[in-house]
């Protein structure tokens, strides 16, 4: 990738999504229809935040299993199913082609803001690479920028750890219910 020679050209968005239910393998102790839900949950609570975000020029959907997330009637949300994934890395070439202003966010930031989706942004814009840590900065978050969305889930705790006021409307719902029950 480049640095853009505009930095208010809008930015290609993906999202790569694993099968529902081989995602979130570290959730594997709560019930398998909650972890489902739960992948869902986060992942429209991002799609939801990313939508707000005006300098997104379109957000695409990578992988299987996903096409009740992409039924919005928004042009902006795509979707690029992958039939027979090989990884995730390998699906994103195929689905990224020759976009050069692109955005990989992992749809397991229920938290997130989209404020911090635009700062990201614009600190991206200035670099040709980076990326933002996870919150136990073992993983990562997005490709693109370097300070910005931390508060990823991989494991029960970290869903716990988010002041559910700060939660998606989706998550926090979901987490409400199961919590209550």
Excluded: Y
Excluded at 128 to 148: E, H, M, Q, Y
């Amino acid at each position: 990738m480049s640095i853009a020679s505009n930095p208010n050209e809008p930015w290609s968005i993906f999202l790569p999504l694993k099968h529902f239910s081989a995602g979130k393998s570290r959730l594997g102790t709560i019930p398998t229809d909650f972890r489902i839900s739960l992948i869902k949950a986060m992942a429209s609570d991002l799609i939801d935040a990313l939508l707000q975000v005006p300098n997104i020029a379109n957000i695409t959907i990578v992988g299987v299993d996903h096409r009740e997330l992409t039924n919005a009637e928004n042009p902006k949300l795509n979707s690029f199913p992958i039939l027979e994934p090989i990884d995730i890395n390998s699906d994103l070439m195929v689905a990224i082609g020759e976009i050069n202003r692109i955005a990989i966010f992992l749809p397991d930031l229920p938290s997130v803001k989209p404020a911090e989706i635009s700062l990201a942004l614009e600190l991206a814009a200035h670099q040709k690479t980076s990326f933002i840590a996870d919150l136990n900065s073992i993983g990562t978050t997005c490709f693109f920028s370097t300070v910005g969305i931390k508060a990823d889930c991989d494991d029960w705790s970290d869903l716990l750890e988010i002041n559910p006021v700060d939660l998606g409307h989706s998550t926090r719902s979901l987490m409400e219910h199961h919590l209550q029950n």
